[in-house]
């Protein structure tokens, strides 16, 4: 699907725009495309309660602007030197649907710096299967998306236009708690989401993507969490993914799709803790670090 292994040109790496909250042990939080920083506010408001949360706008998303082409291992580039901008180390990353194959990259490229994993709604060798889009298809999403700004989780639009629009892809669970997200994280990243972001995704998907094979080099723990109805990237491929690496934890969530961080918040992120709390391991400081660092 996408094509990170294949070695860019040297490019000078991007400042990226991020938002950091809370203190302690860092948590490097990658949001999909579209997406933004704050898109993963359903992670980072609450793991910020305990940990230190750096979530950037990748380059092209965001208000992490660019006027240069560029390909996707860029954002790996991007990200080393944002990690060392802040003196980090070593962190726990944290990588929803594209965030999650860049998570993976960044944990084969530099495994010292990574502790741990918790990949969402994504794959190393990710499939879809996706209906083809029609123009009601567009027009549901757009009316759906636009009264939902202006009136975050009404029933009413919901029941018209939301479960008819393309969001019926995106979720299962049509709450008015989840369309609070789509019309405060969702519709702004969307919104903000560059040409040139698109065209660098859309480029690198006609190449293909699998990085199964190599996956045994991965040796930190990771958590691997998937939505059972999960059209863009199934739940089969984080099945998949999960089943490669040497010491993951796989969780399928019923009735639930690629947004299912938005459907479920509060089961996911107990699900989050109570791994947290099995590998601590993932979240302390290696010997030796200067723990002051991390504040």
Known sequence: MIDLPVPPLPSQ????????????????????????????????????????????????????HTQTDFVMTDHLSDLEALLDRHQIDRCLVLGWSLGGILALELALRSPERVSGLILVATAARPKGNHPAITWQDNAYTGIASIVNWFHPGWQWNIDTFGRRSLYRYLIQQHTPAAYHYLAKDALPAYLQTSKRATQALFTALQRGYNRLTDL???????????????????????????????????????NAAHLFPWEIPDLVQADIDRWLAQYPTAVTPRAGYDAASTA
């Open 216 to 254: 045994s080099a991965i040796q930190c723990p990771c958590l691997v969490l998937a939505g059972a109805e999960d059209r863009h990237i199934t739940a089969a491929s984080s099945l998949e993914t999960a089943q490669a690496l040497p010491d993951a934890e796989y969780h399928c969530y019923p």
């Open 13 to 64: 790496a991007v400042s990226l725009h991020t938002l950091v909250q809370g203190q302690g042990f860092p948590i490097l939080c990658l949001h999909g495309h579209p997406g933004s920083g704050q898109s993963l506010s359903v992670f980072t408001k609450p793991l910020s309660a305990r940990f230190k949360t750096i979530a950037p706008d990748l380059r092209g998303y965001g208000n992490s």
